[in-house]
């Protein structure tokens, strides 16, 4: 496991908020990786990762002991990535912008990688 500079991925303070609630004292972190879907081929995905889980991918310290671990075959991707939180309606996603991505679907919820 490898611990990313804190300037390989920028998550806002929002997003980070939203992300420690829901990671709680009950799990090391959140895994995030892509799966096949949406317009343009690849969505984000999401997962919790249990205290003593062994994950071998890279991670970003959220804040002293919570991480987010980053899929090591779409590492390139958030190199100089931004993930933020935002309102789109009543609904809150999740959006990713960053030079290393291909086209996105006008929703902004799948990428073309």
Known sequence: MIKLNDDYLNVTPRLKDH????????HEGLWISFVKGGC????LHFELVESGQNK????VLLN???KLFIDQKVMHIFTGATL??????INQVVKLEGP????SCGCGQSYGL
């Open 19 to 26: 992300w420690l609630k829901a990671i709680g004292g009950d």
């Open 40 to 43: 343009s081929g690849e969505q």
């Open 56 to 59: 071998q991918d890279s991670y």
């Open 64 to 66: 002293d002991s919570a």
């Open 84 to 89: 933020d939180l935002v309102d789109e309606g």
């Open 100 to 103: 290393n991505l291909g086209k």
